[in-house]
């Protein structure tokens, strides 16, 4: 009797234990029944608009401004932007400089160039019309002027040395548009660099082994100073070698101006045309002996 006892007794309390769990259960899924229901209610009541229930119901696209993106970064980014700005600066500067207007007048040179072709200047009109220019195409002419009745060789070293000094003048700021191309990703790779060694830091010192999105969390912000690095490096590198053709291009022209002035101050030119010039005059005065 005794084990028949016990055999009820633990029978009833394994019932029990099912009656309780399947109230468990269905404790735990009325409620999400009941929200499925109310939502397939409010569907079949608002028609279209329960379709955009769900989208509310998700998250949006967490977005951020330029000033986290900078904080998140790190210190590195506060050189890297000052190279950003020192970038925007110069571009707008070498912009403005290197204007064809501003280098090479075409006005001005025309002008002077016909002029001394029609033996309209001397030495000291010719220097005075390239200082009141001031511009660089007028610098290497003043240096061929200074030079006036000397050898064409002479000449052609003057245009030369003129020369060097405006190109020297033209590529004055593009060395440092080449600076901040080389040491922008440098810094963004530094600040890469210790963001890395702060994440594995955190990790190694914390209890978050089993954690990845923390590990995820530090790579991004350490890979914003690289991304900022480049984002400055790119267009300084372009920027730079544009101004570097564009000065080329420049040079090549003012060169190409100068050699048509190495005749028309040169003393052999000047004795040739002197002959060609004296060469008439001769011949009108022996008629007029011979008709005397």
Avoid at 254 to 265: G, N, R, T
């Amino acid at each position: 009797m005794d084990t028949v006892h016990a055999h009820r007794s633990g029978f009833a309390w394994l019932l029990v234990a099912i009656l309780l769990g399947g109230l468990g259960s269905a404790l735990g899924t009325e409620p999400a029944r009941a929200e499925e229901a109310t939502a397939n209610a409010v569907g079949t009541e608002t028609g279209d608009d329960a379709k955009l229930t769900p989208m509310a119901a998700d998250d949006p696209i967490p977005t951020k401004d330029l000033f986290s993106i900078l904080r998140e970064g790190g210190l590195m980014m506060i050189p890297i932007a000052v190279c950003s700005f020192i970038l925007v600066m110069f571009v707008f500067e070498r912009f403005i400089s290197l204007r064809r207007g501003r280098i090479i007048p075409k006005p001005f040179v025309t002008r002077f160039l016909q002029q001394m072709r029609d033996g309209d200047l001397d030495r000291d009109q010719a220097l005075a019309l390239c200082e009141e220019s001031g511009s660089p195409v007028a610098e290497v002419f003043a240096g061929a002027v200074r030079k006036w009745g000397r050898s064409s060789v002479e000449v052609e070293q003057a245009i030369i040395d003129a020369g060097e000094r405006v190109t020297n003048t033209l590529r004055r700021y593009l060395r440092v548009l080449n600076g901040v191309a080389t040491i922008s990703p440098l810094l963004g790779l530094l600040g890469t660099v210790v963001g890395m060694i702060r994440a594995f830091n955190a990790i190694a010192t914390s209890d978050a082994l089993g954690r990845p999105e923390l590990l995820a969390t530090g790579i991004s912000e350490a890979l914003l100073t690289t991304a900022a690095g480049l984002t400055v490096a790119i267009p300084a590198l372009i920027f730079y070698l544009f101004f570097v053709s564009r000065v080329d291009r420049l040079i090549i022209d003012i060169d190409a101006l100068s050699q048509e002035l190495v005749p028309l101050v040169s003393a052999e030119e000047m004795e040739e045309r002197a002959k060609q010039t004296s060469t008439p005059k001769s011949r009108r005065s022996g008629r007029r002996e011979a008709v005397a």
